[in-house]
């Protein structure tokens, strides 16, 4: 599974960037790969939609809308549009989509990598990478212990520079992550028989949740954790850039990936033809209906960046940490 730093980046990112506080998403899958997904995501008022003058609530949660069903792609169909505000101001869009290829699917705003496949064993397999999609680079190195190991002294200099860093960020990062809720969940076909990484829920799903509160909790364990630090810095991790690492992941999902296993009858959930036909015979007059057939695009909403997320000003930098003493 990708570091939970990237993770930490792409929330961050989302909150700053598109200002999205909380995303929800109920896919059901069948054997073949098809599916559909109950999408809603809730959003804050973009801020170049604030002036002097009272904004149309209404004709920004459209664009919203628009901007969505326009950025997806793999979408067979949109079904059960609504698009609205919430009691607080916040935009809200919802839609049920379909598609004929989870592989293919790329919902707005979403870059998580899903895969829903046959094992040797003649189950199948669901695999969930948070941030994936997009993941077209060179492979991030992996640290590498130091030529010289650090000695007791810079390691404790490095970890009192990484907790101040820290320190100077928690407020914004809370502010931003606080309010930030992201939940995916998947109803499968057959059996469930293995699961890691996911949630199970009474009604036999697997479920995925990033909640902002609760991972603001994890980053400060660690960075309370002498122990898991220093390990850290002996692996060549470089502690300054935040919580990061295989402890990250395990206090927020546990151990190993993000996967669930399912065998038995692995008969087809719903009707994929006869359900994304009608909605489609249907979405031109639903479209007409909210009057987003009038509105020419979407428009990102925009909150200011927190130091330290991918394109923002750089953090202050902390104090290096005091060279080795010199051997006699």
Do not use: H
Not at 98 to 106: E, G, N, Q, V, W
Not at 135 to 143: F, H, L, Q
Not at 153 to 181: D, P
Request: a neutral charge.
């Amino acid at each position: 599974m990708k570091r939970v730093a990237v993770i930490v980046g792409l929330l961050m990112v989302g909150a700053a960037i598109a200002g999205c506080l909380e995303k929800k998403e109920e896919f059901t899958l069948n054997p073949d790969g098809s599916g559909k997904v109950v999408y809603e995501t809730i959003v804050a008022m973009p801020m170049m939609a604030m002036s002097d003058q009272k904004p149309d609530l209404a004709n920004e949660s459209r664009k919203i809308a628009k901007m969505t069903l326009d950025g997806s792609e793999g979408v067979e169909a949109w079904s059960d549009l609504v698009c609205d505000t919430t009691e607080d101001g916040r935009l809200r869009f919802k839609g049920t989509a379909y598609f004929k290829d989870l592989a293919k699917l790329k919902l707005a705003q979403s870059d998580d990598k899903i895969s829903f496949a046959k094992d040797p064993q003649g189950g199948m397999v669901l695999a969930l990478e948070m941030g994936g999609k997009e993941d077209k680079g060179p492979a991030e190195p992996k640290p590498a212990p130091p030529a010289t190991p650090p000695t007791e002294e810079q390691i404790t200099a490095q970890i009192q520079q990484a907790r101040a860093g820290y320190a100077m960020q928690k407020a914004m990062m809370s502010t931003i992550l606080g309010k930030i809720k992201v939940e995916s969940s998947f109803r499968l076909p057959g059996t469930l028989a293995e699961v890691s990484g996911f949630q199970k829920t009474p009604e036999g799903c697997v479920r995925m949740m990033v909640d902002g509160a609760a991972m603001m909790k994890a980053m400060d364990e660690v960075m309370a954790d002498d122990a898991a630090l220093r390990k850290a810095i002996l692996a060549g991790e470089d502690i300054s850039k935040g919580p990061q690492g295989d402890l990250m992941t395990e206090k927020l999902f546990g151990k190993g990936p993000m996967r669930a296993r399912v065998t038995g009858d692995l008969k087809p959930l719903f009707d994929f033809a006869a359900e994304s036909q009608a909605a489609k015979a249907a979405y031109p007059e639903a479209v007409k209906k909210l009057g987003l057939d009038k509105i020419e695009g979407g428009m990102m909403p925009m909150m200011p960046m927190p130091p330290g997320a991918p394109g923002a000003p750089p953090a202050p930098a902390a104090p290096a940490a005091p060279a080795a003493p010199a051997a006699k």
